[in-house]
């Protein structure tokens, strides 16, 4: 007999209330799967559809959260993180990758809790965002 395993419940996004959350996302359709699952939350969700525009906002614009994928074209999100840690208003900002070419099993290898960098494995669903984002906001 198979045992199925249980998904855990979201947790209450009100954690999020008032948030701004900047997305950068090159799939239009990512865009719209991700911001469904924090359209209750209360934050400010904002998206950018490439680095380089993100890039210029964020070095003059502090936020709470941000959330990028790591391959796209141009500026990657890989080069994004790096600069925005250089400098700028968002430089401790918490920082929450979100890519395809790792699986569930790799993201402790692409994070670093205490330099508020999380990984997070494509495609997942709105309870382990939710989770992935309350761990690094604490």
């Known amino acids: ?9 979201a947790p209450d996004p009100s954690f999020l209330m008032g948030k701004a959350v900047r997305l950068v996302e090159d799939d239009p359709g990512q865009v719209d799967i991700i911001r469904a699952m924090l359209l209750d939350s ?10 380089e525009p993100a890039l210029d906002w964020l070095m003059r614009t502090p936020v709470d ?11 990657d999100g890989w080069e994004l993180h790096a600069r925005i840690r250089g400098a700028g208003p968002n430089a401790g900002t918490p920082f929450i990758f979100t890519t395809c070419v790792i699986n569930k099993n790799q993201e ?14 494509k495609p997942f669903d709105k309870p382990t965002l939710l989770r992935t984002i309350r761990r690094l906001l604490g």
């Open 1 to 9: 007999m198979k045992t199925l395993r249980r998904q855990s419940a």
């Open 42 to 51: 209360g934050s400010r969700l904002e998206a950018f559809t490439a680095c």
């Open 65 to 75: 959260l941000i959330l990028c994928d790591v391959m796209m074209p141009g500026l």
């Open 108 to 121: 402790p290898l692409m994070s670093d809790l205490k330099a508020r960098t999380l990984s997070l494995a």
